[in-house]
Nanobody, 128 residues
Framework: QVQLVESGGGLVQAGDSLRLSCTAS????????MAWFRQAPGKDREFVAV????????FYAVSVKGRFTISRDNAKNTVYLQMNSLKPEDTAVYYC?????????????????????WGQGTQVTVSS
């Protein structure tokens, strides 16, 4: 069982930066694929970014590639999402998610249905 707690959301202006954090409970954090998803009002939950267990494989949604960076610190049981050049369309509740796996490539781990563990979400609002 893994419990995830996100933090770092807030209200910012377009062009600003934010860093989200997600801290996991449990001793097996390093054996999980970690991802960020987001959900805007009235829209489906969408994939944002994913990172493999040892941080040598990442994958991003086209809409955030080049602006967002996912990273993790297994010693701290924490995954991060650095968000730069934020746009109003980035406004959403951001969720951290985890699934078991110690494989390399995570480019196919974009389906929210494949993730067993979820945080409660943190609101990110970007004003124009």
């Amino acid at each position: 069982q893994v419990q995830l707690v996100e933090s770092g959301g807030g209200l910012v202006q377009a062009g600003d930066s934010l860093r989200l954090s997600c801290t996991a409970s449990g001793r097996t954090f390093s054996s999980y694929v970690m991802a960020w998803f987001r959900q805007a009002p009235g829209k489906d939950r969408e994939f944002v970014a994913v990172i493999n267990w040892r941080s040598d494989s990442t994958f991003y949604a086209v809409s955030v590639k080049g602006r967002f960076t996912i990273s993790r610190d297994n010693a701290k049981n924490t995954v991060y999402l650095q968000m730069n050049s934020l746009k109003p369309e980035d406004t959403a509740v951001y969720y951290c998610a985890a699934r078991s796996g110690t494989y390399y490539s995570v480019s196919r781990d974009t389906n929210h249905g494949e993730y067993a563990y979820w945080g409660q979400g943190t609101q990110v609002t970007v004003s124009s």
